[in-house]
């Protein structure tokens, strides 16, 4: 299928580019160097993100990526001046992936399961994991002593909002099926492979990966 096709159906089509997203990453966190596993077409970072790698084991996304005209509409929408750095690795993420351990700025899931218990060791200290709960990575993040819980981030239409208000109130299950340890929360979470549900919710969390463990 023609990249561009793949990108309407996928993205354009349901009003889900997401770019406002990533410019908060970038304006309010200082990205410059993204790593987005289970991507598959989604190649709307580049758009604000200057350096970009980008994985998925999909033959649709490998196709995707290689075609020029997704090269082209990134040089028609990025919000910089710098040529975009577009890597894209046919890869399960889950297995190790030719890269620097903590070398990234930012750390992006969505929709594509635990990425941050596999992938983690690509982010630099300091820096950003951007995660939705969908497939519960944001919990497993908020359950894990490596990263600190920061902001929310909210939508409503095409409009994105940072808060850092309440951010106790987030990650209380609505019933009581969490454990108060820590491995059986994770274990949980990676059988049951979605989110659970939350009193207060949020479209995205944002942690930083801690700079040393106490």
Not at 25 to 33: H, I, L, N, P, Q
Not at 117 to 122: F, G, N
Not at 151 to 180: C, E, M, W
Request: proline share 4%; net charge positive; charged share 30%.
């Amino acid at each position: 299928m023609d990249a561009m096709v793949l990108y309407t159906k996928y993205h354009t089509s349901r009003n889900d580019e997401r770019r406002g997203l990533f410019e908060i990453a970038r304006t309010e966190f200082g990205v410059e160097r993204g790593l987005y596993p289970g991507c598959f077409v989604h190649v709307t970072p580049s758009f604000c993100i200057e350096r970009m790698v980008y994985v998925d084991s999909d033959a649709r996304a490998a196709a995707f990526f290689a075609d020029g005209a997704v090269r082209a509409l990134v040089e028609r929408e990025k919000v910089y001046d710098s040529a975009a750095e577009i890597i894209f690795y046919r890869r399960d993420y889950r297995a190790p992936l030719p890269l620097v351990e903590e070398t990234f700025d930012l750390l992006i899931s969505q929709y594509a399961g635990p990425i941050s218990e596999h992938c983690k060791r690509y982010l630099r200290p300091g820096g950003i994991l951007l995660a939705n709960n969908s497939h519960g990575d944001a919990g497993l993040a908020d359950n894990d002593p490596e990263f600190q819980f920061v902001a929310v981030i909210n939508r409503r239409g095409q409009r994105y909002s940072l808060s850092t208000r309440d951010l106790d109130a987030h990650f209380v299950p609505k019933t009581r099926i969490l454990s108060a340890d820590r491995a059986e929360v994770r274990d949980y979470l990676l059988r049951l492979g979605r989110g659970v549900g939350y009193t207060k919710r949020a479209d995205n969390y944002v942690f930083r990966k801690r700079s040393f463990m106490w």
